[in-house]
C-alpha cells in the first residue's frame, strides 16, 4: 500500500521569499517520488522525480527536493519565490510493485506568491 | 507537436445522459490513462492502458468504460451520467515503462458538470 499527505493545503509567500512544500508518504516497498504542477486550467508537468539515486533531486524552474528515508518525507524547496510559481502542487508516490505502475496523489499544496 | 489533447473541454450533462470523452496524443505512448480531480483529494487513477487492446481498472472505475484501440487514442465513456460524476477529467500519457520510470503528459482537462 502507498499514500501521500500534504501537510499544508495552501501556502502564502511573498515574492522573492523562500517556498517550502511538505510532503510525507508511506509505502510498502522502495518508493518512486514525484514533484508535479498545475496551473491554472492547466494539465499538470512534472517538476521533479526521485527513484533512489541522490536524495537531493533538482527540478525545473529552480525547485530541489530532498528525499529523507527515516522521516518519510519529500519536501520540495525554492529559494525565491516568483510571480509564476503561483500554482497548484502535488507531491506523488509510486513503486514498481503498484498495478499499473499507479500514481498516488496527495490533496495538493495551492501556493499563493504576493508582490 | 500537439502532445495529449482533450475534447470537450467543457460539458454539462443531465443524470442518466452517456456521453465520450476523448484523448488522443500524438508522442506514439504506449501507456495511456484517465484521472478525476477533486478538490482536496489529488488525482484519483479511473483506468488505464499498457498498449492497444489492453485496459485495466483503476481505483475509482465505476460507471466508467474504456477501450483502447490504436496507439494514439484512449477514449472514456460515461454510461449514465450521475452528480456524484461531477469532476475534472484529464487524460495522460507516458512512454512504455509507464509513470513510475517516465513522466505523465497530462492533456489540459475536460470540466464535466451533471446536474
Known amino acids: 500500500a502507498q499514500s501521500v499527505t500534504q501537510l499544508d493545503s495552501h501556502v502564502s509567500v511573498s515574492e522573492g521569499t523562500p517556498v517550502l512544500l511538505r510532503c510525507n508518504y508511506s509505502?510498502?516497498?522502495?518508493?518512486?517520488l514525484f514533484w508535479y504542477v498545475q496551473h491554472p486550467n492547466k494539465g499538470l508537468q512534472l517538476l521533479l522525480k526521485?527513484?533512489?539515486?541522490?536524495?537531493l533531486v533538482k527540478g525545473i524552474n529552480g525547485f530541489e527536493a530532498e528525499f529523507k528515508k527515516s522521516e518519510t518525507s519529500f519536501h520540495l524547496t525554492k529559494p525565491s519565490a516568483h510571480m509564476s510559481d503561483a500554482a497548484e502542487y502535488f507531491c506523488?508516490?509510486?513503486?514498481?510493485?503498484?498495478?499499473?505502475?499507479?500514481?498516488?496523489f496527495g490533496g495538493g499544496t495551492r501556493v499563493l506568491v504576493k508582490p | 507537436n500537439a502532445g495529449v489533447t482533450q475534447t470537450p473541454k467543457f460539458q454539462v450533462l443531465k443524470t442518466g445522459q452517456s456521453m465520450t470523452l476523448q484523448c488522443a496524443q500524438d508522442?506514439?505512448?504506449?501507456?495511456m490513462s484517465w484521472y478525476r480531480q477533486d478538490p482536496g483529494m489529488g488525482l484519483r487513477l479511473i483506468h488505464y492502458?499498457?498498449?492497444?487492446?489492453?485496459?485495466d481498472q483503476g481505483e475509482v472505475p465505476n460507471g466508467y468504460n474504456v477501450s483502447r484501440s490504436t496507439t494514439e487514442d484512449f477514449p472514456l465513456r460515461l454510461l449514465s451520467a450521475a452528480p456524484s460524476q461531477t469532476s475534472v477529467y484529464f487524460c495522460?500519457?507516458?512512454?512504455?515503462?509507464?509513470?513510475?520510470?517516465?513522466?505523465?503528459?497530462f492533456g489540459n482537462g475536460t470540466r464535466l458538470t451533471v446536474t
Open positions: 495522460a500519457s507516458s512512454q512504455r515503462q509507464g509513470p513510475y520510470n517516465s513522466p505523465l503528459h
Open positions: 509505502s510498502s516497498y522502495s518508493p518512486s
Open positions: 526521485y527513484t533512489s539515486a541522490a536524495t
Open positions: 506523488v508516490v509510486s513503486t514498481i510493485k503498484a498495478a499499473g505502475n499507479k500514481l498516488t
Open positions: 508522442m506514439n505512448h504506449e501507456y
Open positions: 492502458s499498457v498498449g492497444a487492446g489492453i485496459t
